[in-house]
């Protein structure tokens, strides 16, 4: 069975710019969550989709959206990019519920100039 | 607000030790705690606890979780340089939809 896959795998911005990241989960998992990894914040909720619907988020600014199509594969998008959103952007995936084992994927690494 | 504090930060051991790694938290509701191992990538899944006083053993990996006490540790014995990595401590609520991360415990096993 193959694992979450995520694209791109890596990614230089400028400020200013916006940018959208890919998620498929594990086929037949239907909750994907986004989180956010940065050095000095560790690892941050963004928010978590089922049937493409948003059924949880976490403290971000409304730069950060998300969607969910209805294969379960998902999209983040970030808007008017800054400096401090550079980290590394991981999605996971579960069966239903998100408290059940997740799956994540390798991440996108996106860097701000 | 939920927070899961983790600790030691930072642990250097030679291989053979066995080491204990701590997770206590504050949550609302708490529904489950998972650990995971993030070695260069993506975290990849190790336990997830639920019940109080249970332990989840896997090969040189165990876990147990105190829901009285609001904590949960994991050991690992007779540590191997492949165990290096950081190893991350996360608490699910009861409504099921959202994980708080602590920052992790950083294991450097030296040969």
């Known amino acids: 069975k193959a694992g979450v896959t995520q694209t791109p795998r890596y990614l230089i911005k400028t400020r200013g710019q916006q940018v959208t990241l890919s998620c498929s989960p594990i086929?037949?998992?239907?909750?994907v969550s986004w989180y956010q990894q940065t050095p000095g914040q560790g690892l941050q909720f963004l928010f978590e989709?089922?049937?493409?619907?948003?059924?949880n988020k976490g403290n971000f600014p409304g730069r950060f959206s998300g969607r969910q199509f209805s294969n379960s594969r998902s999209e983040m998008n970030v808007s008017t990019l800054e400096l401090g959103d550079s980290a590394l952007y991981l999605c996971?995936?579960?069966?239903?519920?998100?408290?059940?084992?997740?799956?994540f994927g390798p991440g996108t690494r996106l860097l701000v100039l | 607000e939920d927070k899961v504090v983790q600790s030691p930060l930072s642990l250097v051991v030679h291989e053979g030790d066995t080491v204990t790694l701590n997770c206590s938290y504050e949550?609302?509701?708490?529904?489950?705690l998972l650990w995971y191992k993030q070695e260069k990538k993506a975290p990849t899944f190790l336990f997830m606890l639920?019940?109080?006083?249970i332990e989840k053993k896997s090969g040189r990996l165990s876990s147990i979780l105190d829901k009285k006490e609001l904590f949960s540790i994991l050991n690992i014995t007779a540590t191997q340089t492949g165990d290096s990595a950081i190893y991350l401590c996360?608490?699910?609520?009861?409504?099921?939809?959202?994980?708080?991360f602590g920052p992790g415990t950083r294991l450097s096993v030296l040969p």
């Open positions: 996360a608490v699910a609520d009861n409504y099921g939809q959202n994980f708080v």
């Open positions: 639920t019940s109080s006083g």
């Open positions: 949550v609302t509701n708490f529904r489950s």
């Open positions: 996971a995936s579960s069966l239903v519920q998100p408290q059940e084992t997740q799956y």
């Open positions: 989709y089922f049937s493409e619907t948003q059924r």
């Open positions: 086929s037949g998992h239907r909750s």
